[in-house]
C-alpha cells in the first residue's frame, strides 16, 4: 500500500500541542508517525556552547498515513480541540532525507574556500546546493527544499569553523 504524507498547518510555536491531539490517528490505524521535524544548532550562553534544538518548519506538522479512506472526509476548517485544523495530503518531507533518526537535522560542519561552502560533515554534506545563506555568528544556514509543490527556506545548523585557511582568524 503507498504512503500518504499529509502537511498539518498550525499557528507557529503550536507544533506540540497540535502533534499531542493527533495520536487518536495512531490509534485507529490511520497514520504510522506524527513528524515535527527540529534542528541543532550551536547557542553560547553562560560562557559556554550549548547544542540546542529548534523547530525546523515552524507551523507545520508531518503526518504519515498509510490510509486512504481519511481524505474521504474534508478535514479543512474542523475543530479539533477547540483549534482549526489545515490538513492537506503532500509529498514525503524532503528534510526526511537530512535526518538521521527521521526528525532532527544534526549539525552540520563545514569551511569557506573561494568564498563557497564546503560542508565537511552533518546533514548538509554533499548537499551543498541546497545552501542560499549562512549567518556565521548564529551558527545556522538558510537552505530551499521542496514543500507542497513550492519552495520553502529552511533554517538548519550549519557551523563554520574556517575561511579560506585562516582558521581562527575573524
Known sequence: ??????????????????????????????MKEIVCFQYQRMMRYGGRWHLERRTALPGCVFLDGINVR?????????????????LAPCEAPYLRDLCRDGRIIELSRGIIRNGAPVVTSGPLQGRERLIRRIDRHKRTAQIEIPL???TRKVTVGLEIYEKDGLAGRE
Open 148 to 150: 507542497a509543490g513550492e
Open 1 to 30: 500500500m503507498r504512503e500518504i504524507w499529509y502537511l498539518l498547518k498550525c499557528p507557529e510555536g503550536d507544533e506540540a500541542d497540535y502533534a499531542k491531539d493527533c495520536p487518536g490517528l495512531m490509534a485507529s490505524g490511520e
Open 70 to 86: 481519511m481524505l474521504k472526509r474534508d478535514r479543512q476548517g474542523d475543530k479539533t480541540a477547540g483549534r482549526d485544523v489545515s
